[in-house]
């Protein structure tokens, strides 16, 4: 018998332990792979205070790989004074890697492809997935920087990255390839190049973010259900 075979369910399959409503959630999430039950799930078990931090977090990043970025941030503002103060420096990185998500895209938005570029990168630091790098190869085909923006894409490729695998993924690194199909013949020497403005985007990018307002939030449904918890605990 394999050591696969040896090893209890929950650790074959990366879970915590037990059958919590978090546990349930993470079992969703990573078994079965409904990343909207899941998200039910998660808050349900904040509602409950089942590993508060843990489900917080695991339900933004859930929320942010299904596009949903401002309610992920809606969510941690709400409910992050629920968490442990052990908690608190890895939320405020999680809030900065949904930012600049948030950023990379309004950039994107208004044809300022290399502001978006830098985000993208320094985002891609914190928390690199798939999703990211689909939009930063973007901004590279936008700048006619065709190599770069197909090496960016060979991560995703090779299944590298969080979220590699994900049908709508997929499909948009279809959609890149296409673009940069007709520029393959092109030498990379003229495919190639370096933006002056970014080192000075970079000096000022941090405070930038503290000016940054994301997009007007969508309050999730849930957050009325999860409030006479909050409210117990403020007692």
């Not at 993208?120 to 590279?140: F, M, T, V």
């Not at 190599?147 to 995703?156: H, Y």
């Amino acid at each position: 018998m394999s050591q696969t075979r040896d090893q209890p369910y929950h650790v074959v399959h990366k879970l915590p332990p037990g059958d919590s409503p978090y546990v349930r959630a993470k079992h969703v999430q990573l078994v079965e792979k409904d990343p909207e039950a899941a998200i039910v799930l998660f808050w349900k078990a904040i509602n409950a205070g089942d590993r508060v931090d843990s489900a917080l977090k695991d339900m933004a990043v859930v929320l942010k790989q299904q596009d949903r970025v401002d309610e992920a941030v809606e969510a941690i503002k709400s409910f992050r004074h629920l968490c442990s103060k052990q908690a608190q420096e890895s939320l405020d990185n999680v809030l900065i890697d949904l930012y600049k998500g948030n950023l990379g895209w309004a950039y994107m938005q208004k044809g300022n492809y290399t502001s978006a570029e830098v985000v993208y990168r320094k985002a891609q630091l914190i928390d690199p997935d798939a999703n990211k790098a689909c939009n930063l190869s973007h901004c590279l085909i936008k700048q006619a920087r065709y190599t770069e923006a197909r090496s960016v894409l060979e991560d995703v490729l090779l299944g590298k990255l969080s979220g590699s695998t994900e049908t709508k993924t997929i499909n948009r690194v279809k959609e890149l390839l296409q673009e940069l199909e007709p520029w393959q013949s092109i030498p990379p020497s003229l495919t190639t190049k370096k933006s002056s403005l970014e080192d000075a985007f970079l000096e000022g990018l941090d405070d930038l973010m503290n000016q940054w307002t994301p997009y007007r939030s969508r309050r999730l449904p849930i957050f009325e259900e999860i409030s006479p918890f909050r409210d117990q605990l403020a007692c």
